[in-house]
């Protein structure tokens, strides 16, 4: 208490420090870097990362793209490919005229490498550039030559990509803030009992959240999905905090109508204690994220774990200084709450207990089972995040349709590997299923034509000191099972040549973070639920409660991820991951409030029955606020947003808010009283009423022997 009133009377200093604070943040969210390629979060210790900083380090270069010119004569690609290498950060670009002189018929080519890179009136450009795939400075450059090349060309490659993603999502993120405002607000406005008070909850909120995102400063970078998601998570998993406040101010103000102040230092050591209790489970749902070898994970974790501290922090200080400040307006603009009472309701759910409990084990399976099948169906290439009408998409369209490719890996081998078992590695692999052609220097070549009539910026470009650098066309895409396939058995055809040699490219990243982060889901999966679990354990002191609440919660999480399977929706990769952790750390609170005050109601000697009623009663007017607040906050994202994984995130984030509520006020009751006993009997301060109940059973057998005897 010494500490709350210490907060009351400092609320002036505790505002004016805040505002002060918002000033850097507001810096600090500018200059902290956003990253938009997925593959930089892979181990550094796998072969792709490493062979890729080998390229970077041996060749000079990082990114890689094609360029699609359509309908334009020889001279005229000539000129543009000149215009193209004098880009900054361009370093070199191969053309036809990177081989021979233009005199000289492109017919002369051997067979396979001119179909390779024309196509009807459409001819290939490879780009190679000095720096990496995500790297600012690239796609600066990817945007100058979309200026220089005009609408003949179209640039392909993951740095386009990223460009694109990039552009799209500084265009949408302020509507994502601005939704998610805006239908929270209209959701606590009609589920509280106060006109004004959303806007101030929403206000003490978005100075939390400015806080959070200007801080992230020190981690030097964070995903764009981190950035895209952060605000408008934070929003919707602390906005319950400032509702708990709320309420217990209200209530201290019956008991000190008199003392505002007295009240809101009172109220503000009653939420804290709740508050505490529900952010430490939400904390470690963000904190499992950390355990994913997909560092991804950790980037949304942390930055999330901070943002609900924050949200804690600012509830029980900014807060209460900003209710006092408004208290006048805010107790005049006061209304009846519009939740109606929840008597008959809660009556009617345990007169139908049985059939409730019934129809939640009839829906585990199929649930189950669809969680398990979307898990299987998630899909990888960030290609289809994107709409159909962006450049990246529609180059990348042109690639495939027009010359039969779909992905291009680079292979690096060693250079002292003898000419005849490197033509011997290019002709086998050229006949691997899907491999359209192996282009390195002696494939340019005929066997009969010495290296050296190569030109010298050409051998430059494909060989160092240490390496011979190749590229293979493939007509399979990326993330495919069938792309799979073929890297397995190139890599197994390299290793037999050369064992040191490395096969890089986004469609071998790829194939590494599908085996990566198939392991993470298990993990963090893992992990979240050992860390709720001890967390309720140590809260409710039990070890049956923990059970039920967490079968509770991950009974929600399968249908919500089951549901996809049977909409015929597929998730990308990493929904799923986070999604499951997110939902139980979120939700789960809900069963944690509703526990409580059934334990509560047990141990203050109300029946079985009536405690479950009871607690059924008090609970769902603040589940449901809960609930919707989460809801309103992400479905609005999810129904805008062009970017599938944001989209889809906020979409099975608001899902799933709906079905663990409802999970939890039909499915958690019949579960209370069906385990009433074996709760009694393994939660400490309880089990003198199972022990009462087995005293009484056996004083009533005693007396009937007894009777008997007589």
Known sequence: MKLARKIVSLRVPILVLTLLLLIPSTFGMAATRINYDMLTYLPE??????????????????????IIVE?????????????IEAVEHVDSVIWYDSLADLS????????TLYKAFNA?????????????????VTMEAVKEIRTICGKQCFVAGMSALVLDLKQLCEQEEPIYVALAVVLAAAAMTLLLDCWLAPLVFLACIGMMVLLNMGTNYALGEISYITKALAAVLQLAVTMDYSIFLWHSYNEQLTQYPEDHKEAMARAIHHTFTSVLGSSITTVAGFIALCFMSFTMGRDLGIVMAKGVILGVIGCVTVLPAMILLLDRPLQKTRHRSLIPDMAGLSSGILKIAPVLL???????????????????????????????????????????????????????????????????????????????????LESLVGEDIPMEMLPDHLRQVLQSENWKLMLILSEYRVASDEVNEQIATLNDILKRF???????????????LIETTGHDFTVVNAISIALVFLIIFFVEKSITLPVLLIA????????????????????????????????LGATVDYAILMTTRFKEERIGGAARRDAVLTALRTSIPSVLVSGMGLFAATFGVALYSNIDIVSSMCMLMARGAVISMVCVIFTLPPLLLLFDRLICATTVGMRHLDQGKQSHRETKKTTKKEETLV
């Open 45 to 66: 210790d796998m072969e792709t990362v490493v062979g890729q900083d080998e390229l970077m380090k041996d060749f000079g270069k990082g990114a890689f793209s094609f």
């Open 71 to 83: 309908d334009m004569e020889p001279q005229a690609v000539s000129q543009l490919r000149q215009s």
């Open 104 to 111: 000289v018929p492109m017919e002369l080519l051997p067979d």
């Open 120 to 136: 009807g009136d459409a001819t290939l450009m490879a780009v190679f550039f000095d720096s990496s795939t995500s790297a600012d």
């Open 358 to 440: 019934a129809l939640s084990v009839l829906i585990a399976v199929p649930a189950w089972y669809g969680y398990e099948k979307t898990n299987d169906e998630v899909y990888y290439d960030m290609g289809q995040c994107l709409p159909e009408d962006m450049d990246y998409v529609v180059a990348n369209t042109k690639l495939r349709e027009q010359f039969d490719m779909a992905s291009t890996h680079m292979l690096l081998v060693d250079a002292d590997t003898p000419e005849a078992d490197t033509r011997a590695m290019i002709r086998q692999m050229q006949d691997v299923d899907g491999v359209k052609a192996v282009l390195g």
């Open 498 to 512: 050369d064992p040191s040699g490395m096969l890089i490219g986004e469609a071998p990243c790829m194939k590494d």
């Open 552 to 583: 509770v919660i991950e009974l929600a999480i399968f249908i919500n991820l089951g549901l996809p399977h049977y909409l015929g929706t597929t998730l990308p990769f990493i929904a799923p991951i986070a999604i499951s952790t997110i939902q």
